[in-house]
């Protein structure tokens, strides 16, 4: 088949690197430099196993800035495209996704649009209705910044928002494309998928929410995080994963499905969603209050992006941190070799690690890496256990 993927990120890239190896892809987007590099076999994001097929693996792959050309003939077009959440109006921002409908439907092509970008629960219905389109199915990813391919490898569950035979054929391309024997597929309606999408990372974010007041918690009372949260993850019905804590949750997907979420109860009783989007606010106030209270003349923040392996700094919470820092009027300087930029909110970006030390009076480290050992008598973290 020959399938066009819209947006080269983690979830576009994976995907297309995933399906290459058995369909013909084609990768779209706006950016020169990612479609050069893909067409070079070099990943424009940081991910070990997209990285490693690249270069290793047969894959009919290859990136265009052309949308008409990656959309002719198409079985399939995957829309992965970025959904902000609009703050002001508390909705994500889809017009980049229904752009993309625009442009197929203006083509009046035979073929399939899968949506993969998170939605709002309704706006595939919408769509559908909106543009007089039967020929729209969204099916939720569920990946990991990082380890994308891998999860797409192996994937927790397949969902697809239909179960027409369009929708029965695109989950078999994944099932098919990936090494896990036993994949689980359900198919329900698009709204339900789009909710189990906004559900499932809210539940995440509650997760690390709750071992981060735990945490809070124990750091004032004095007591030893590790230890609680060990004995706590002993028990089988909760689990020894996903329990390190951290400076708050962050990323791509996390803040902004929550609120989305949110938003979506708006007519809808309820505590808890509210509860976890306040939560992460109050952390990063308890953690700046924390380094505040060390008195420190140069404040050294060690990276911008929220865990190992990653370049992706789009809402790290160390953002928040850091401005509440500047707000105070302290003196912070930032260590982040892939921060193109000088400055950071008037924060020196430095690139030098050893002279990065030298200046820090406190470092502050969302996540520990080995560089920093030489160094640990100066560290703040929360990172109990050294790993995500």
């Known amino acids: 088949m020959k399938i066009a993927i819209v ?13 290459s190896q058995y369909n013909e892809v ?19 994001i940081e991910d070990e196993y997209i990285e490693k ?11 265009t800035l052309d949308y008409k050309n990656a959309f002719y003939k198409a079985d399939f077009i995957i829309i992965c495209m970025p959904t902000n959440y609009d703050e002001k109006n508390n909705f994500f921002d889809t017009s980049l996704v229904e752009e993309t409908i625009v442009k197929v439907k203006k083509l009046k092509i035979a073929t ?17 209705i909106k543009y007089n389109m039967n020929n729209i199915i969204f099916s ?18 397949i969902i697809l928002g239909d179960e027409n035979e369009q929708a029965v054929k695109f989950a078999n391309l994944l099932k098919e494309a990936s090494l896990k024997k036993n994949v689980v597929i359900k198919y329900m309606k698009a709204t339900e998928a789009e909710a189990v999408k906004l559900f499932s990372n809210t539940y995440l974010a509650l997760r690390i929410a709750y071992f981060n007041e735990l945490d809070t918690y124990a750091e004032m009372k004095g007591l030893n995080t590790k230890n609680l949260i060990e004995g706590v993850c002993l028990d089988q019905r909760i689990g020894d994963f996903y329990n390190n804590p951290s400076f708050g949750y962050g990323g791509y997907c996390l803040p902004k499905d929550t609120k989305q979420l949110k938003a979506n109860y708006k007519d809808v009783p309820e ?15 308890h953690i700046v209050e924390e380094i505040l209270s060390k008195e420190s003349k140069n404040i050294g923040i060690y990276k911008l992006s929220m865990k190992k392996n990653s370049d992706n700094f789009r809402t790290s919470a160390i953002f928040d941190i850091i401005d509440m820092l500047v707000e105070k009027n302290k003196n912070v300087i930032i260590y982040e070799p892939q921060f193109k930029k000088e400055k950071y909110k008037n924060c020196k970006i430095i690139r030098d690690l050893n002279l990065f030390k030298e200046n820090s009076s406190i470092i502050i480290a969302n996540r520990i890496e080995e560089e920093l050992m030489d160094v640990m008598e ?6 109990i256990f050294f790993r995500d």
Request: proline share 4%; aromatic share 8%; net charge positive.
């Open 26 to 44: 084609v990768a779209l987007d706006i950016i020169k430099e990612k479609v050069d590099k893909v067409n070079n076999k070099i990943s424009p």
């Open 53 to 63: 097929y690249l270069k290793t693996k047969k894959l009919n792959l290859r990136a």
């Open 378 to 383: 100066k560290v703040y973290t929360r990172d």
């Open 271 to 285: 505590n808890l969603i509210t509860a976890i989007v306040n939560s992460n606010c109050t952390r990063k106030q």
């Open 140 to 157: 939720p990813e569920f990946l990991r910044e990082g380890k994308a391919l891998y999860d797409n490898l192996y994937p927790s569950r």
């Open 7 to 19: 947006g080269i990120g983690y979830v576009g890239l994976s995907l297309a690197t995933l399906l």
């Open 112 to 128: 399939t649009i899968i949506i993969k970008s998170t939605v709002p629960v309704g706006f595939t219905e919408k769509m559908k």
